[in-house]
């Protein structure tokens, strides 16, 4: 069995009397597209810090591809590349400039193929030699990307990359990144955008104050948790709630099933009611759904 | 796949350090080197008449290696700790943070940078009052050896300042609190001789007296304190700060919570 990109055990960290991590064990496999997901203050950050190694936890321990992230600091940072929430930057630099600093910090010299090959990908070929003061906050954000793969990490993780930024820049960013997934990069993703979560990542673990509280295959959580809906318009509303559907906007009224079979049946029990179908729709589940009701169950 | 050097890491820091000051010379350079030499005009102007110093020397030769040495000093403070709370604010000393870099490389990129600086200003002083005022220079390496002593200790207190400040304000109470009255009460513009006994002794209790009387003894070989002394005091202060910086950096303090 081959490492684990990503091995978490045990892991705990308080900030004064708040709980930031209560004992987080994962482990994420080599090559897969995993999501981090849950509300703000669930632990998401510390737990990406901690991994970095800009958090210290209380207790428990953290590997990048098998290298513990105090004893073996070294190896395990050069396996790691972040794109941090926040956009940061050095105003004293140009972007080229950026990247080979980054580069040498690695301890990489004479990286410029890789970097044009970087900047070429992510668009920013024409601003290699403009200052970080003059770049839009999308750009901005692709050079985070851009600092976080020029040693070429086998693991990244991306802490919300997306939030902030435009649709095109979105899909372009993602196109990127699914590459190099398929590359065979391990990707960890926190986002709050549960649609590309669910597009995306192959696996997902939902934090709660500091804890997992669900860990599983996108498909199996969304199978587990989420069910389908059928949504109607009536001509005499009440009827449908109280033949067991609950009241949605603009007049609609939502049932959940969780088999297509059952539609037949509930269509026959709204007939049979007197409530009279006027409108109707179905409704795929989704992970927003599985999120809340994962949030609301923990 | 490029190709890895294993002080590389390091190497790149420093450089980024000394870019980061470079790439505002007229600021970080220029400008104290300017503000020495109008410290030398006015003092020179008003006293280099009346006093004399070490029986001979004028007063404005005296006042030369105590300009020289202040402007090494302030700068090496100003250059570490400017750029470790820029850093800490802006929240770009994440990317410094996230490669595998050792706390030892850290330490040694921020403060030898710092040295730099500071003797860049300082030769930008000396070399520019030189063609004003005659300056000997009897033993160039205590020269050299005090200058560099002095950075690395302002260096390294710049560092300290840098990493424990979380706001500008703070960073400046310690150069206007700490710094600054330490440094004009260290003899830059007089001898501690000229001082009453009470002054002379408590100058004794500066470790920047001993930096500048030492510095000074590499232009005159004459000085208020046997420059071993200076050195003994000024290297254990050094090697004091130095372990003390590197135990804050070694733990993480306020940079890896």
Redesign the interface.
């Known amino acids: 069995m081959s490492t684990p990109a990503i091995r978490i055990q045990g892991v705990s960290k308080h900030?004064g009397s708040l709980k930031a991590l209560g004992g987080v064990d994962l482990e994420v496999g080599q090559g897969e597209f995993f999501g981090l997901l849950g509300p703000n203050g669930a632990g998401k950050t510390t737990l990406i810090?901690a991994l970095?190694?800009?958090?210290?936890p209380d207790s428990g321990t953290l590997a990048i591809m098998g290298h513990d992230v105090v004893a073996d600091?070294?190896?395990?940072?050069?396996n790691?590349g972040?794109v941090?929430q926040?956009l940061?930057?050095?105003?004293?630099?140009s972007v080229r400039?950026l990247l080979r600093?980054?580069?040498?910090?690695?301890?990489?010299?004479?990286?410029d193929?890789?970097i044009d090959e970087i900047l070429a990908s992510l668009d920013l070929t024409h601003k290699a030699s403009a200052n970080m003061r003059m770049l839009s906050g999308g750009m901005k954000r692709r050079v985070l990307v851009a600092?976080a793969l020029v040693?070429?990490p086998p693991v990244i993780v991306l802490d919300e990359p997306t939030a902030g930024v435009d649709v095109e820049l979105r899909q372009g960013l993602w196109q990127f990144i699914r590459k190099l997934n398929r590359d065979g990069h391990t990707i960890v993703l926190t986002t709050h955008y549960l649609e590309e979560a669910e597009a995306l990542c192959g696996r997902i673990a939902m934090l709660k104050a500091g804890r997992i509280v669900a860990l599983d295959t996108t498909a199996n959580l969304l199978r587990r948790f989420a069910t389908h809906s059928l949504s109607v318009r009536l001509e005499h509303p009440a009827r449908g709630v109280e033949l067991g559907g609950s009241a949605g906007e603009g007049g609609w009224v939502d049932f959940a099933f969780d088999s297509y079979g059952e539609v037949e049946t509930l269509l026959a029990r709204l007939r049979e009611g007197g409530a009279g179908l006027v409108e109707m729709r179905l409704g795929e589940p989704d992970l927003e759904r599985v999120f809340v009701e994962v949030m609301n169950r923990a | 796949?490029?190709?890895?050097?294993?002080l590389?890491?390091f190497?790149?820091?420093l450089?980024?350090e000394v870019?980061?000051f470079w790439?505002?010379s007229f600021q970080t350079v220029a400008a104290p080197v300017l503000n020495a030499l109008l410290f030398l005009l006015i003092f020179s102007h008003v006293l280099d008449r009346h006093v004399t110093v070490y029986g001979e020397v004028a007063y404005t030769s005296f006042l030369v290696p105590g300009l020289v040495m202040m402007s090494v000093l302030q700068n090496a403070f100003a250059n570490s700790s400017s750029s470790l709370i820029q850093?800490k604010i802006?929240?770009?000393i994440?990317?410094?943070?996230?490669?595998?870099?050792?706390y030892r490389e850290f330490y040694a990129a921020y403060v030898i940078a710092s040295i730099l600086r500071g003797l860049m200003v300082g030769a930008g002083v000396l070399a520019v009052s030189a063609a004003f005022v005659v300056v000997p220079m009897a033993h160039p390496l205590w020269v050299l050896g005090f200058a560099v002593l002095g950075g690395a200790i302002l260096g390294s207190l710049g560092v300290i300042a840098g990493i424990w400040a979380e706001k500008f304000d703070q960073l400046a109470a310690f150069q206007n609190f700490l710094i600054m009255p330490l440094t004009m009460l260290s003899g830059v513009f007089y001898s501690i001789h000229s001082l009453p006994r009470f002054w002379q002794d408590v100058s004794h209790f500066n470790p920047f007296f001993f930096m500048i009387d030492g510095f000074r003894y590499g232009f005159f070989g004459q000085s208020d304190t046997s420059p071993w002394l200076s050195l003994g005091v000024v290297g254990l202060c050094f090697v004091l700060l130095a372990a003390l910086t590197l135990a804050m950096l070694a733990r993480?303090y306020k940079l890896?919570?």
Do not use: C
């Open positions: 900030y810090s970095s190694g800009l958090v210290r600091y070294r190896n395990a940072r050069r790691l972040v941090p926040e940061v930057f050095d105003p004293f630099f400039e600093i980054q580069s040498g910090y690695f301890g990489i010299r004479s990286n193929d890789w600092q040693h070429r | 796949m490029a190709a890895e050097s294993p590389a890491g190497r790149t820091l450089y980024k870019l980061r790439k505002v850093s802006t929240g770009n994440i990317f410094v943070l996230l490669p595998p870099l050792s993480g890896r919570s």
